[in-house]
């Protein structure tokens, strides 16, 4: 079986702007505002990191989401829930970047799915 990379981390922030200055300053990483998300993301090195999402009902204070990359969403849904594991939400489009959705495991951890969409 192919061992899947981890493509992205997700911290939740009531601020994501100020939480990605205060990353930027205190560590270094490269960070990008997205004003149309109130979302944003962070470089390091020369790989993408990940970014940092508005506080919500499912994104809580506090929380981190691995994302996982995918070939096929749909695909691996079949296979988590095979295996115990649940969808959470519907899956969700990035414009010019690719799709996600989370689904918890077996453990009740919630992880999130990426499937990119860009041409690599």
């Known amino acids: 079986m192919e061992k899947r990379p981890i493509v992205h981390v997700e911290l939740s922030a009531k601020a994501p702007k100020k939480s990605a200055k205060f990353y930027s300053d205190v560590f270094g990483w490269d960070a990008e505002y997205m004003e149309e998300y109130d979302y944003s993301t962070f470089m390091l090195s020369d790989q993408f990191g990940g970014g940092f999402a ?11 989401i691995v994302y996982l990359d995918s070939a ?31 689904f918890k495991d077996p453990n009740g951890t919630r992880v999130g799915l990426w499937q990119s969409t860009e041409a690599d």
Not at 80 to 102: C, L, S, T, W, Y
Request: aromatic content about 2%; glycine content about 14%; charged content about 25%.
């Open 54 to 64: 508005q506080v919500t009902d499912i994104n809580p204070e506090g929380s981190t």
């Open 72 to 102: 096929s969403l749909e695909d691996d849904l079949k296979t988590i829930k095979a295996n115990g594991g649940e969808q959470i939400g519907e899956i969700a489009d990035v414009p010019g970047m690719g799709r996600f959705v989370h």
